[in-house]
């Protein structure tokens, strides 16, 4: 058996590296941890971002604005022509019925139609918002749009306005 052989064999449960024994075997006395300092003691574990005492990266970089994506509601969009393949004349369009069908797939607040594409069918959609030509085109097919009531404002001061305390 030559040394590639030796090489290439499997090993499918490596034994761990024997730290500490002796100063021939390559891993003795410090055990590869150096001399002294943080890295030498027990317990030790340096954090992946951690650069050395260099300022970080994610310090380095500026952080400026505000973003509202997080508070934002999550609207839902559809096209007039999803509505023309999907539904059959005279029916009802309501956001149940959408994700019923697998429509909609994704979480949202709102439900807000689109104009692109033709309609040609009455249908009877409701929904939180269209837009001008989506409803333009659902009405002169003939059909009805309902706007949904959305979610209900945020009140900042729910005891109302502030009052002078007369003692």
Do not use: W
């Not at 002796?22 to 027990?42: E, L």
């Not at 429509?103 to 607040?109: E, P, R, S, Y």
């Not at 009531?149 to 945020?154: E, L």
Request: hydrophobic content about 30%; glycine content about 12%; charged content about 25%.
């Amino acid at each position: 058996m030559n040394m590639n052989e030796a090489n290439t064999e499997i090993q499918k449960n490596r034994l761990p590296k024997r730290l500490g024994r002796g100063t021939g075997s390559g891993v003795g006395k410090t055990s590869g941890r150096g001399h002294k300092g943080q890295g030498s003691r027990a317990g030790f574990s340096m954090p992946a971002y951690f650069e050395g005492g260099q300022m970080p990266l994610a310090r380095r970089i500026p952080k400026r604005g505000f973003n509202n994506k997080r508070f934002a509601p999550k609207i839902a969009a559809i096209n007039v022509e999803d509505l023309e393949f999907c539904f059959q004349k005279g029916e009802a369009v309501t956001p149940e019925v959408l994700v019923e069908r697998k429509i909609i797939k994704q979480v949202f607040d709102q439900i807000k139609i689109l104009g692109s594409g033709e309609l040609t069918k009455p249908l009877s959609v409701s929904a939180h918002a269209f837009s001008h030509s989506a409803k333009s085109k659902i009405e002169t097919a003939g059909g009805t749009v309902t706007i949904l009531p959305g979610p209900k404002p945020v009140v900042k001061n729910k005891m109302g306005s502030k009052k002078s305390k007369s003692k």
